[in-house]
């Protein structure tokens, strides 16, 4: 997700079931209070088991897809914020480790210079 100026929005989707075909924006849901703590705090969100939180849980989006494992790391660009890295595992919870947090975070870094040079 990028900001580009205002709220985070959608900017790529990718879904293993959709086999690589584009992914309907409109039926992305993810849980916005995850992503606007991420802006805030300007640091990665871990969320081990997001079906055993009791706030999540209740989440429409949740409660939809069943993901197991969150991760939202925020993309910086020029030491600010510029959208967020949002990455689900519903599968098995407990998945994003701390150096796997670390890796996603040297790759969030990366991809925000790729995508916002100017």
Do not use: K, W
């Not at 580009?4 to 086999?19: D, K, M």
């Not at 849980?57 to 660009?77: F, I, T």
């Not at 030491?79 to 919870?93: D, K, P």
């Amino acid at each position: 997700m990028l900001s580009r100026g205002g709220p985070l929005t959608v900017a790529a989707v990718y879904n293993h079931e959709s086999r690589g075909e584009a992914t309907d924006d409109a039926q992305l849901e993810i849980p916005r209070a995850l992503i606007e703590h991420v802006g805030v705090a300007d640091e990665a969100l871990v969320v081990d088991n997001a079906l055993a939180d009791p706030e999540l849980a209740r989440s429409p989006y949740v409660q939809r897809r069943r993901p197991r494992a969150l991760l939202c790391v925020p993309l910086r660009h020029r030491e600010r914020s510029v959208g967020a890295l949002y990455l689900e595992n519903t599968l098995t919870a407990g998945v994003f480790t701390r150096a796997r947090v670390e890796l996603v975070e040297l790759l969030a870094t990366q991809a925000a210079l790729a995508l916002l040079v100017d």
